[in-house]
C-alpha cells in the first residue's frame, strides 16, 4: 500500500498560490489540492476547508515552518 503523503492545511486560493511559490523558491516539491467540487457545491470546502499541500515527508517541518512563518509576517 502506498504511504500517504502528509498534508498542511490552507485557508484559501491566495494563500496556497503564495505558499507553493515559497516551498518551490526553497526546493520543496509540493502538490496543492483543493477541497472545491462544482458537483457538490462546496460543501467539502465548508466541512474540510479550502484544501491541502502534499509535501514529501523529509520536508514537512522545513514546510511547515515556512508556512507559519508567512502566516506571521500578514499579521504584522
Known sequence: MKKKKPRI?????IEAARFA???AQEGIPCAVISNDS???T??????NGWGYAEVPEEFLQQ????LAAYRESLTE
Do not use: K
Not at 9 to 13: K, Q, R, V
Not at 42 to 47: A, D
Open 38 to 40: 462544482s458537483v457538490y
Open 42 to 47: 462546496g460543501i467539502f470546502q465548508l466541512q
Open 63 to 66: 514546510a511547515e515552518s515556512l
Open 21 to 23: 511559490d515559497i516551498l
Open 9 to 13: 492545511g490552507l485557508a484559501n486560493d
